[in-house]
């Protein structure tokens, strides 16, 4: 049935696509990040993502993401445009399996791309190696991910990968002063 999650890995994988590389981040994706995260397009739709980005935020997030995949509570992977051959390898965005629940063996997912890089197909790329880590990997049953109702192309992202809808939370999160409805969507190993 797949690992328990009682041993967790030490050293995190690289996962590659075709056009990528997922790697765990480190101080030198910093600068990419912040100028990522600073622009109001993407915290326009991330539910935990502050605008204006403060300055050294990038630094504090991967500090952040070192030490819970240390402590075991999540896998943070860099979503670095080139693949292992590539000469041009840039930083474009990251995909999280976070709030890893080792009792029910599930975890969130969470992801966020700049936005130069929307509509290229790179999260479709991304998603299949996610998947297959998570749940044979970590050995998860559930993965659940969460989008706020006024972004659709993120539902469709996770429909076209086997996530069903669970439900919707009525004004679950406040965002630029106004509550919004976040749909909860969830994949569980025998559907994947």
């Not at 030198?28 to 539910?47: K, V």
């Not at 991304?126 to 998570?134: E, M």
Request: proline share 5%; glycine share 6%; hydrophobic share 40%.
């Amino acid at each position: 049935m797949g690992n328990n999650l009682s041993v967790f890995p030490q050293t995190q994988s690289i996962l590659t696509t075709p056009r990528l590389t997922l790697r765990s981040l480190s101080e030198n994706d910093a600068p990419a990040i912040q100028e990522a995260l600073s622009d109001r397009a993407i915290a326009d739709t991330m539910i935990s993502f502050p605008f204006p980005y403060p300055p050294g935020a990038a630094a504090d997030y991967i500090r952040r993401q070192q030490t819970a995949f240390e402590q075991g509570e999540a896998v943070t992977f860099g979503i670095e445009l080139g693949n292992e051959q590539a000469e041009q390898k840039q930083i474009i965005g990251a995909i999280e399996i976070r709030e890893i629940d080792r009792e029910h063996l599930q975890a969130e997912l969470s992801f966020w791309l700049a936005k130069n890089f929307w509509k290229q197909g790179y999260m479709s790329e991304t998603l299949p190696p996610i998947l297959q880590y998570a749940f044979l990997d970590l050995g998860l049953n559930r993965l659940y991910a969460y989008y706020m109702t006024r972004n659709p192309a993120c539902g469709r992202l996770l429909r076209d990968y086997g996530f069903v809808q669970e439900g919707v939370l009525r004004q679950r999160v406040r965002k630029w002063g106004e509550f919004e409805d976040v749909v909860l969507m969830s994949i569980l190993r025998e559907e994947w």
